[in-house]
């Protein structure tokens, strides 16, 4: 029956929106973190998704092909603000410091297209799930 | 004449089932980069399970049915593209997806009348 590939299906692009949701969360909660240098400087998280094209078998787990998967975590190439603090105890040897660059507006877009595919991906399963119920009691009529 | 019970709509239901799966594939992926909407070809995989138009095979050489290698996919054309190369489009996808269901409980309701109506005539009222 094919009905559970849809299962699985919808299953891995839930996991992944979570994902995608924790790495929001992130980045939101370490917006306004310092640092001493630029490579250090925390740098904003992003998901990127892959699809498996075959059906793949992981010890007695199958997953299906279409299901998604974590390709990578990107780290966002632009270069961190810098700023003049030479209180600040993170500051380098010339007073300046640099914050992360996260942008708090783009973060809370992520979250809440990432929500929303959630919510789809939901209502595909109950949708699933209701279509699975009718066809066993169609033998009861 | 058992296997002909249920006439068309056992065929049908099958691939109702199929259509659905691959539109759910579609809303699954509505964030992956690169990825190809996909549709089920109704029409045509209706009339290859039918027995028009597809390729037999009968010998371990012969090419497989173009039909059995697609199984009757097909991309879906964009209206608008997207920067990522994404061709899925959440609302059309999820409008098609609501009428891939509703189709599928037309064919269980069919289903359904078949097997009421046998049942009546086994018990002979």
């Not at chain 2, 997806?97 to 002979?124: C, I, N, P, S, W």
């Amino acid at each position: 029956m094919s009905m559970e590939k849809i299962f699985s299906v919808a299953g891995s692009a839930l996991a992944g929106q979570l994902v995608r949701m924790n790495t929001t969360a992130s980045n939101l909660a370490n917006s306004s973190n310092t640092s001493g240098s630029e490579e250090e400087a925390f740098k904003a998280k992003r998901v990127v998704f892959r699809t498996l094209v075959m059906d793949e078998t992981i010890g007695d787990q199958t997953r299906y092909a279409g299901s998604i998967h974590i390709q990578n975590i990107t780290e966002d190439p632009t270069p961190p603000p810098k700023s003049y603090d030479p209180g600040n105890p993170s500051a380098d040897e010339d007073g300046y410091v640099y914050q992360s660059n996260v942008n708090e507006v783009s973060e809370m877009v992520e979250m809440t297209a990432a929500s929303r595919s959630y919510q789809n991906n939901i209502e595909v399963i109950n949708t699933a799930k209701q279509m699975m119920m009718r066809t066993l009691e169609v033998m009861k009529a | 004449m058992l296997d002909k019970l249920y006439g068309i709509h056992e065929n049908a239901l099958s691939l109702k089932a199929r259509r659905m799966e691959v539109l759910s594939n579609n809303i699954a992926n509505a964030d992956t980069p690169g990825y190809k909407a996909r549709d089920v070809d109704f029409q045509k995989v209706l009339s290859w399970q039918l027995g028009a138009g597809g390729l037999e095979t009968t010998h371990s050489g012969h090419l497989a049915s173009p039909h059995a290698l697609d199984n009757g996919q097909v991309f879906t054309i964009p209206y608008n593209t997207s920067v990522d190369g994404n061709t899925v489009e959440m609302g059309l996808e999820q409008a098609k997806f609501g009428k891939a269901a509703m189709e599928y409980q037309a064919t269980l309701d069919f289903l359904q009348g078949r097997v009421t109506g046998y049942k009546r005539a086994l018990k002979g009222e």
